[in-house]
């Protein structure tokens, strides 16, 4: 099996920071593209940023230059940074992870259990 595992969302002033991490363990041979979507209520989720495992990245205009997202392959781990917040971010954010388990000849999208990110006043 394969755990996705967030950290790091709570409650932040409008113009504040957050940084996420999520990191993935069990029965992983590679972690390939990592990423982190928001849901926020009523809404429909949405991307916020993925990166690949060479390092391209890519965003939704949304929170382009003020979001980053960054990984440490070796750890299986993937980080959002998130600058200059807006009560607009406001939602429970989720980290995804495409792996090839070990044995297996393809790969599964795997999801973390979300963490909530609040931006208010």
């Known amino acids: 099996q394969v755990q996705l595992v967030e950290s790091g969302g709570g409650l932040v002033q409008p113009g504040g920071s957050l940084r996420l991490s999520c990191a993935a363990s069990?029965?992983?041979?590679?972690?390939?593209?990592m990423g982190w979507y928001r849901q926020a209520p009523g809404k429909q989720r949405e991307l916020v940023a993925r990166i690949l495992r060479g390092g391209y990245t890519i965003y939704a205009d949304s929170v382009k230059s003020r979001f980053t997202i960054s990984r440490d392959s070796a750890k299986n781990t993937v980080y959002l940074q998130m600058n200059s917040l807006k009560p607009e971010d406001t939602a429970v954010y989720y980290c995804?992870?495409?792996?090839?388990?070990?044995?297996?000849?393809?790969?599964?999208?795997?999801w973390g259990q979300g963490t909530q990110v609040t931006v208010s006043s």
């Open positions: 069990g029965s992983i041979s590679r972690v390939n593209a």
């Open positions: 995804d992870a495409d792996v090839l388990r070990i044995g297996m000849g393809l790969e599964s999208a795997y």
